[in-house]
Protein backbone atom coordinates (compact mmCIF):
# COMPACT_ATOMS: atom_id res chain seq x y z
CA UNK A 1 0.00 0.00 0.00
CA UNK A 2 1.51 3.90 -1.05
CA UNK A 3 1.89 6.10 1.76
CA UNK A 4 1.70 9.91 2.04
CA UNK A 5 4.19 11.60 4.19
CA UNK A 6 4.54 14.63 6.12
CA UNK A 7 6.85 16.29 8.44
CA UNK A 8 5.25 18.54 11.37
CA UNK A 9 6.81 20.95 13.74
CA UNK A 10 7.62 19.64 16.78
CA UNK A 11 9.39 21.68 19.46
CA UNK A 12 12.42 22.80 17.91
CA UNK A 13 12.56 19.86 15.52
CA UNK A 14 9.89 17.65 13.44
CA UNK A 15 7.92 14.44 13.80
CA UNK A 16 7.67 12.47 10.86
CA UNK A 17 3.64 11.23 9.94
CA UNK A 18 2.51 9.01 7.21
CA UNK A 19 -0.66 8.05 6.38
CA UNK A 20 -2.35 5.52 4.17
CA UNK A 21 -3.12 6.35 0.77
CA UNK A 22 -7.11 5.38 0.77
CA UNK A 23 -7.25 7.97 3.65
CA UNK A 24 -9.07 10.64 2.10
CA UNK A 25 -6.85 13.90 3.27
CA UNK A 26 -6.32 17.69 3.09
CA UNK A 27 -3.80 19.71 3.77
CA UNK A 28 -4.99 23.20 5.37
CA UNK A 29 -2.45 25.58 4.77
CA UNK A 30 -2.79 29.39 4.19
CA UNK A 31 -1.43 30.89 1.15
CA UNK A 32 0.97 33.63 1.37
CA UNK A 33 4.82 34.50 -0.57
CA UNK A 34 7.59 35.69 1.73
CA UNK A 35 9.58 39.01 1.34
CA UNK A 36 12.09 38.94 -0.88
CA UNK A 37 14.39 41.08 0.46
CA UNK A 38 13.43 42.05 4.42
CA UNK A 39 15.69 43.86 5.86
CA UNK A 40 14.80 46.62 2.83
CA UNK A 41 11.16 46.04 3.42
CA UNK A 42 11.50 46.54 6.98
CA UNK A 43 13.55 50.03 6.44
CA UNK A 44 10.99 50.86 3.71
CA UNK A 45 7.74 50.56 6.11
CA UNK A 46 9.82 52.78 8.96
CA UNK A 47 10.07 55.43 5.75
CA UNK A 48 6.83 55.32 4.32
CA UNK A 49 4.47 53.86 7.71
CA UNK A 50 0.49 53.94 8.27
CA UNK A 51 -1.27 57.56 9.08
CA UNK A 52 2.21 58.37 11.14
CA UNK A 53 5.62 60.40 9.79
CA UNK A 54 8.25 58.45 8.75
CA UNK A 55 10.10 56.47 11.67
CA UNK A 56 13.51 59.87 11.71
CA UNK A 57 11.03 61.94 11.03
CA UNK A 58 9.05 60.91 13.96
CA UNK A 59 12.46 61.38 16.69
CA UNK A 60 14.08 64.58 18.01
CA UNK A 61 17.99 64.79 19.11
CA UNK A 62 16.86 64.90 23.20
CA UNK A 63 14.47 62.01 23.15
CA UNK A 64 14.78 59.04 25.59
CA UNK A 65 13.31 56.09 23.62
CA UNK A 66 12.17 53.12 25.11
CA UNK A 67 11.64 49.91 22.76
CA UNK A 68 8.97 47.57 24.01
CA UNK A 69 9.67 44.05 23.05
CA UNK A 70 7.77 40.50 23.39
CA UNK A 71 8.74 38.18 25.65
CA UNK A 72 10.35 34.75 24.03
CA UNK A 73 7.01 33.05 23.95
CA UNK A 74 6.13 34.90 20.87
CA UNK A 75 8.11 34.25 17.70
CA UNK A 76 9.32 37.80 16.36
CA UNK A 77 12.01 37.81 14.00
CA UNK A 78 14.06 40.70 15.73
CA UNK A 79 16.94 39.79 13.75
CA UNK A 80 15.86 41.41 11.06
CA UNK A 81 13.41 43.64 12.76
CA UNK A 82 15.32 45.56 15.72
CA UNK A 83 18.54 46.21 12.77
CA UNK A 84 16.85 48.87 10.87
CA UNK A 85 15.08 50.22 13.46
CA UNK A 86 18.43 50.95 15.57
CA UNK A 87 20.22 52.31 12.88
CA UNK A 88 17.98 55.09 12.09
CA UNK A 89 17.61 55.75 15.95
CA UNK A 90 21.25 56.02 16.04
CA UNK A 91 21.29 58.64 12.95
CA UNK A 92 19.24 60.81 14.81
CA UNK A 93 20.05 60.23 18.51
CA UNK A 94 22.97 59.80 20.54
CA UNK A 95 21.20 58.77 23.44
CA UNK A 96 21.37 55.12 24.97
CA UNK A 97 17.93 53.22 24.12
CA UNK A 98 16.45 51.23 26.62
CA UNK A 99 14.25 48.20 26.26
CA UNK A 100 11.65 47.20 28.03
CA UNK A 101 10.17 43.38 27.94
CA UNK A 102 6.17 43.17 27.46
CA UNK A 103 5.72 40.15 29.90
CA UNK A 104 2.03 40.16 30.36
CA UNK A 105 1.60 37.65 33.46
CA UNK A 106 4.29 35.90 32.28
CA UNK A 107 7.55 34.79 34.30
CA UNK A 108 10.81 36.56 33.45
CA UNK A 109 12.18 34.91 30.57
CA UNK A 110 15.64 32.88 30.88
CA UNK A 111 18.97 34.87 29.88
CA UNK A 112 19.65 32.42 27.32
CA UNK A 113 15.68 32.75 25.68
CA UNK A 114 15.96 36.62 25.66
CA UNK A 115 19.36 36.42 24.02
CA UNK A 116 18.01 33.93 21.48
CA UNK A 117 14.77 36.11 21.27
CA UNK A 118 16.71 39.55 20.46
CA UNK A 119 20.25 38.83 20.15
CA UNK A 120 22.93 38.03 22.04
CA UNK A 121 24.53 41.87 21.28
CA UNK A 122 21.57 43.75 22.42
CA UNK A 123 20.77 41.98 25.33
CA UNK A 124 24.46 42.17 26.55
CA UNK A 125 24.75 46.03 25.50
CA UNK A 126 21.61 47.49 26.26
CA UNK A 127 19.49 48.43 29.33
CA UNK A 128 16.87 45.54 29.69
CA UNK A 129 13.55 46.37 32.15
CA UNK A 130 11.82 42.62 32.65
CA UNK A 131 7.46 44.12 32.83
CA UNK A 132 6.40 42.38 36.21
CA UNK A 133 2.54 42.84 36.34
CA UNK A 134 2.52 42.14 40.48
CA UNK A 135 5.22 44.61 41.00
CA UNK A 136 2.66 47.69 42.27
CA UNK A 137 6.17 49.13 42.93
CA UNK A 138 6.66 49.72 39.06
CA UNK A 139 3.07 50.57 37.93
CA UNK A 140 0.46 53.75 37.43
CA UNK A 141 -3.08 53.83 38.56
CA UNK A 142 -4.87 55.90 35.00
CA UNK A 143 -8.30 55.71 36.62
CA UNK A 144 -10.64 52.98 34.97
CA UNK A 145 -11.40 52.15 31.45
CA UNK A 146 -15.05 53.07 29.91
CA UNK A 147 -15.98 49.30 30.73
CA UNK A 148 -15.04 49.73 34.37
CA UNK A 149 -11.20 48.02 34.17
CA UNK A 150 -8.85 49.29 36.67
CA UNK A 151 -5.91 50.99 34.43
CA UNK A 152 -2.55 50.19 35.78
CA UNK A 153 0.30 50.37 33.21
CA UNK A 154 3.94 49.87 33.63
CA UNK A 155 5.66 53.72 35.22
CA UNK A 156 8.46 53.88 32.42
CA UNK A 157 5.51 54.26 29.98
CA UNK A 158 5.73 57.25 31.56
CA UNK A 159 9.52 58.37 31.59
CA UNK A 160 10.12 58.49 27.88
CA UNK A 161 9.68 60.64 25.10
CA UNK A 162 8.89 58.11 22.53
CA UNK A 163 8.04 54.64 22.47
CA UNK A 164 8.68 52.09 19.76
CA UNK A 165 6.22 49.05 20.05
CA UNK A 166 7.46 45.77 18.08
CA UNK A 167 5.75 42.40 17.82
CA UNK A 168 4.19 40.18 15.53
CA UNK A 169 1.08 39.91 14.70
CA UNK A 170 -1.28 37.06 14.40
CA UNK A 171 -4.82 35.88 15.59
CA UNK A 172 -5.88 35.46 19.16
CA UNK A 173 -8.45 33.42 20.40
CA UNK A 174 -10.41 35.85 22.27
CA UNK A 175 -8.81 39.27 20.90
CA UNK A 176 -9.01 39.03 18.03
CA UNK A 177 -5.54 39.66 17.26
CA UNK A 178 -1.87 39.57 19.07
CA UNK A 179 0.33 42.44 19.06
CA UNK A 180 -0.64 46.87 18.19
CA UNK A 181 -2.85 47.58 21.34
CA UNK A 182 -1.89 44.37 23.02
CA UNK A 183 1.86 45.29 23.67
CA UNK A 184 0.46 47.57 26.17
CA UNK A 185 -2.23 46.21 27.51
CA UNK A 186 -1.76 42.87 28.83
CA UNK A 187 1.71 43.56 27.94
CA UNK A 188 3.11 45.76 30.31
CA UNK A 189 0.04 46.36 32.75
CA UNK A 190 -0.79 45.37 35.65
CA UNK A 191 -2.50 42.06 37.12
CA UNK A 192 -5.74 43.25 38.32
CA UNK A 193 -5.90 45.01 35.18
CA UNK A 194 -5.25 42.19 32.88
CA UNK A 195 -8.01 40.04 34.85
CA UNK A 196 -10.46 42.54 34.60
CA UNK A 197 -9.92 43.01 31.44
CA UNK A 198 -9.83 39.06 30.33
CA UNK A 199 -13.20 38.74 32.28
CA UNK A 200 -15.02 40.49 29.36
CA UNK A 201 -14.61 36.97 27.39
CA UNK A 202 -17.80 36.14 29.42
CA UNK A 203 -21.01 37.44 28.59
CA UNK A 204 -22.49 39.88 31.00
CA UNK A 205 -25.47 37.10 32.26
CA UNK A 206 -24.21 33.79 34.24
CA UNK A 207 -24.56 30.64 32.42
CA UNK A 208 -24.20 31.88 28.80
CA UNK A 209 -20.75 30.96 28.39
CA UNK A 210 -18.00 32.96 25.88
CA UNK A 211 -18.65 36.40 24.38
CA UNK A 212 -19.69 35.47 20.81
CA UNK A 213 -17.78 38.47 19.53
CA UNK A 214 -14.61 37.45 21.93
CA UNK A 215 -12.88 35.51 19.07
CA UNK A 216 -9.91 35.01 16.64
CA UNK A 217 -9.70 37.37 13.75
CA UNK A 218 -12.54 39.99 15.23
CA UNK A 219 -12.07 43.22 16.47
CA UNK A 220 -15.15 45.82 15.97
CA UNK A 221 -17.51 44.67 18.57
CA UNK A 222 -15.22 42.12 20.72
CA UNK A 223 -15.46 43.42 24.12
CA UNK A 224 -11.85 42.42 24.96
CA UNK A 225 -10.22 43.55 22.43
CA UNK A 226 -12.29 47.37 23.02
CA UNK A 227 -11.42 47.54 26.06
CA UNK A 228 -8.14 47.26 25.47
CA UNK A 229 -8.26 49.96 22.80
CA UNK A 230 -9.99 52.18 25.89
CA UNK A 231 -7.18 51.68 28.08
CA UNK A 232 -4.20 52.78 25.33
CA UNK A 233 -6.08 55.74 24.25
CA UNK A 234 -6.35 56.39 27.83
CA UNK A 235 -3.28 56.02 28.54
CA UNK A 236 -2.43 58.55 25.22
CA UNK A 237 -4.52 61.17 26.53
CA UNK A 238 -2.77 60.92 29.98
CA UNK A 239 0.09 64.06 30.67
CA UNK A 240 3.27 62.80 30.49
CA UNK A 241 2.61 59.86 28.40
CA UNK A 242 5.07 58.92 25.46
CA UNK A 243 4.41 59.56 21.76
CA UNK A 244 3.92 55.83 19.86
CA UNK A 245 5.25 54.51 16.80
CA UNK A 246 4.63 50.86 16.38
CA UNK A 247 6.39 48.27 14.25
CA UNK A 248 4.77 44.63 13.55
CA UNK A 249 5.92 41.81 11.22
CA UNK A 250 4.00 38.79 9.90
CA UNK A 251 5.70 35.42 9.94
CA UNK A 252 4.75 32.40 7.90
CA UNK A 253 4.86 28.69 8.83
CA UNK A 254 8.90 28.47 9.29
CA UNK A 255 9.26 32.27 10.49
CA UNK A 256 10.03 33.86 7.33
CA UNK A 257 8.67 37.54 6.89
CA UNK A 258 6.03 38.00 5.03
CA UNK A 259 4.49 41.17 5.95
CA UNK A 260 5.69 44.68 8.10
CA UNK A 261 3.44 47.26 9.21
CA UNK A 262 4.99 50.61 10.78
CA UNK A 263 3.04 53.69 11.65
CA UNK A 264 0.01 54.51 13.99
CA UNK A 265 -0.22 52.03 16.63
CA UNK A 266 -3.78 51.09 15.72
CA UNK A 267 -3.88 51.95 12.41
CA UNK A 268 -0.63 49.70 11.30
CA UNK A 269 -2.03 46.94 13.73
CA UNK A 270 -5.17 47.25 11.68
CA UNK A 271 -3.36 47.30 8.15
CA UNK A 272 -1.47 43.91 9.52
CA UNK A 273 -5.23 42.05 11.17
CA UNK A 274 -6.51 42.67 7.80
CA UNK A 275 -3.14 41.37 6.40
CA UNK A 276 -2.93 37.87 8.89
CA UNK A 277 -7.13 37.95 7.92
CA UNK A 278 -6.66 37.28 4.12
CA UNK A 279 -3.34 35.38 4.29
CA UNK A 280 -4.24 32.44 6.81
CA UNK A 281 -7.71 32.07 7.36
CA UNK A 282 -8.26 28.59 5.42
CA UNK A 283 -12.40 28.02 4.44
CA UNK A 284 -13.47 24.32 4.73
CA UNK A 285 -16.89 23.41 3.24
CA UNK A 286 -17.42 20.69 6.06
CA UNK A 287 -15.94 19.69 9.49
CA UNK A 288 -13.70 16.44 8.92
CA UNK A 289 -13.53 13.15 11.21
CA UNK A 290 -9.66 13.76 11.89
CA UNK A 291 -7.86 16.55 12.50
CA UNK A 292 -4.31 16.26 12.52
CA UNK A 293 -2.56 19.36 14.03
CA UNK A 294 1.00 20.90 14.96
CA UNK A 295 0.94 23.71 17.12
CA UNK A 296 3.98 24.98 14.71
CA UNK A 297 7.01 23.94 16.73
CA UNK A 298 8.96 26.13 19.51
CA UNK A 299 7.66 28.63 21.29
CA UNK A 300 4.25 27.57 19.60
CA UNK A 301 4.41 24.63 21.70
CA UNK A 302 6.57 24.88 24.78
CA UNK A 303 4.12 25.11 27.26
CA UNK A 304 0.09 24.53 27.08
CA UNK A 305 -0.31 27.59 28.29
CA UNK A 306 1.02 29.09 24.56
CA UNK A 307 0.11 25.72 22.56
CA UNK A 308 -4.00 25.21 23.56
CA UNK A 309 -4.14 28.46 21.79
CA UNK A 310 -3.36 26.30 18.30
CA UNK A 311 -5.62 23.46 19.72
CA UNK A 312 -8.60 26.38 19.39
CA UNK A 313 -7.72 26.77 16.00
CA UNK A 314 -8.06 23.22 15.14
CA UNK A 315 -10.96 22.48 16.84
CA UNK A 316 -12.75 24.88 14.43
CA UNK A 317 -12.33 22.08 11.33
CA UNK A 318 -13.61 19.09 13.29
CA UNK A 319 -16.51 17.44 13.64
CA UNK A 320 -18.69 16.84 16.53
CA UNK A 321 -17.73 13.47 17.77
CA UNK A 322 -14.27 13.27 15.88
CA UNK A 323 -11.49 13.40 16.78
CA UNK A 324 -7.88 16.01 16.97
CA UNK A 325 -4.39 14.57 17.22
CA UNK A 326 -2.81 17.60 18.53
CA UNK A 327 1.54 17.58 17.99
CA UNK A 328 2.80 19.84 20.42
CA UNK A 329 6.20 18.84 22.38
CA UNK A 330 4.98 20.86 25.74
CA UNK A 331 8.97 20.77 26.43
CA UNK A 332 7.89 23.55 29.22
CA UNK A 333 5.32 21.54 30.77
CA UNK A 334 1.70 22.74 30.98
CA UNK A 335 2.27 25.98 31.94
CA UNK A 336 2.05 27.36 35.23
CA UNK A 337 -1.33 27.67 36.98
CA UNK A 338 -2.83 25.06 34.67
CA UNK A 339 -3.23 21.93 36.25
CA UNK A 340 -5.07 23.25 39.29
CA UNK A 341 -7.65 24.03 37.09
CA UNK A 342 -7.55 20.46 35.68
CA UNK A 343 -9.68 18.75 38.44
CA UNK A 344 -13.05 20.62 36.98
CA UNK A 345 -14.30 18.86 34.52
CA UNK A 346 -17.08 20.58 33.70
CA UNK A 347 -17.00 24.25 31.78
CA UNK A 348 -20.24 25.63 33.90
CA UNK A 349 -18.34 24.93 36.79
CA UNK A 350 -15.32 26.81 35.69
CA UNK A 351 -17.56 29.74 34.74
CA UNK A 352 -19.03 29.97 37.98
CA UNK A 353 -15.56 29.86 39.72
CA UNK A 354 -14.18 32.83 36.92
CA UNK A 355 -17.27 34.47 37.32
CA UNK A 356 -16.67 34.77 41.00
CA UNK A 357 -12.45 35.34 40.77
CA UNK A 358 -11.09 35.60 37.25
CA UNK A 359 -8.18 33.91 36.40
CA UNK A 360 -6.97 33.34 33.36
CA UNK A 361 -5.74 29.88 33.39
CA UNK A 362 -9.06 28.75 34.45
CA UNK A 363 -10.08 30.17 31.39
CA UNK A 364 -7.69 27.87 29.87
CA UNK A 365 -9.11 24.81 31.06
CA UNK A 366 -12.50 26.37 30.68
CA UNK A 367 -11.98 26.56 26.62
CA UNK A 368 -10.46 22.96 27.06
CA UNK A 369 -12.82 21.17 28.58
CA UNK A 370 -15.47 22.97 25.94
CA UNK A 371 -13.22 20.88 23.06
CA UNK A 372 -13.27 18.06 25.09
CA UNK A 373 -17.53 17.52 25.40
CA UNK A 374 -17.24 17.13 21.49
CA UNK A 375 -14.25 15.71 20.67
CA UNK A 376 -11.25 12.71 21.44
CA UNK A 377 -8.10 14.78 21.92
CA UNK A 378 -4.81 12.38 21.18
CA UNK A 379 -1.88 14.11 22.75
CA UNK A 380 1.69 13.55 20.82
CA UNK A 381 4.07 15.57 23.30
CA UNK A 382 7.34 14.98 25.55
CA UNK A 383 5.20 15.29 28.79
CA UNK A 384 4.81 12.10 31.05
CA UNK A 385 1.63 10.40 30.65
CA UNK A 386 0.36 10.86 34.02
CA UNK A 387 0.06 14.56 33.61
CA UNK A 388 -1.29 14.31 30.09
CA UNK A 389 -3.96 12.08 31.56
CA UNK A 390 -4.23 14.90 34.12
CA UNK A 391 -5.04 17.32 30.96
CA UNK A 392 -7.44 14.65 29.92
CA UNK A 393 -6.05 13.71 26.68
CA UNK A 394 -5.01 10.85 25.02
CA UNK A 395 -1.20 10.33 25.48
CA UNK A 396 0.30 8.90 22.40
CA UNK A 397 4.07 7.10 22.81
CA UNK A 398 4.79 8.28 19.55
CA UNK A 399 3.77 8.80 15.93
CA UNK A 400 2.04 5.36 15.23
CA UNK A 401 0.26 5.11 17.96
CA UNK A 402 -1.13 8.37 18.43
CA UNK A 403 -2.53 7.85 14.46
CA UNK A 404 -3.84 4.42 15.75
CA UNK A 405 -5.67 5.23 18.68
CA UNK A 406 -7.24 8.41 16.51
CA UNK A 407 -7.85 5.88 14.43
CA UNK A 408 -10.22 3.79 16.78
CA UNK A 409 -14.16 4.21 16.81
CA UNK A 410 -13.88 4.85 12.72
CA UNK A 411 -15.79 2.25 10.58
CA UNK A 412 -13.80 3.59 7.42
CA UNK A 413 -10.55 5.82 6.78
CA UNK A 414 -11.63 9.04 8.89
CA UNK A 415 -12.25 12.07 6.46
CA UNK A 416 -8.68 13.51 7.93
CA UNK A 417 -7.19 17.46 7.58
CA UNK A 418 -3.55 18.02 8.78
CA UNK A 419 -2.53 21.81 9.36
CA UNK A 420 1.10 21.80 10.11
CA UNK A 421 1.02 25.39 11.85
CA UNK A 422 -2.25 25.68 13.78
CA UNK A 423 -0.93 28.25 15.46
CA UNK A 424 -1.41 30.74 12.86
CA UNK A 425 -4.08 28.87 10.72
CA UNK A 426 -7.40 29.66 11.06
CA UNK A 427 -10.18 27.44 9.48
CA UNK A 428 -13.49 28.84 8.42
CA UNK A 429 -16.31 27.61 7.61
CA UNK A 430 -17.33 28.45 4.17
CA UNK A 431 -20.92 27.86 5.08
Known amino acids: MRTIHYSLPYGRSHVRLTLPESWNHRNLSPSYAPVAEPTSRVMEALEHPVEAPALRDFLRPNDRILILVTDPTRKVRYDILLPPLIQIIRESLPSQVEFLVATGTHKPPLQRLLKEHLGKTIVQNSLIHIHNCRDFSHLKFLGNSEAGTPIYLNSLLFEFDKILVTGSITFHYYAGFTGGPKMIMPGVAGYETIQANHKRVLQPLPGRGKAPKADAGILDGNPVYEDIRDIVQKYRAMPGSAWLFSIASVLGDSGEMI ?58 AVRDGGCILFVSSLDGGPGEGILRWMRWTHPETLEELMRDHYDHTAHIAYCHFLKLQRTQIVLLSRLPAETA ?32 NASLTLPISSL
Do not use: W
Open 259 to 316: GVFAGDLEKAHRAGCDFVQKRFSVKIDKPFDLVIASAGGFPYDFTYYQAHKALEHASR
Open 389 to 420: GKMHFLPAKNMEEALAFSAEGFTKPPETCIIS
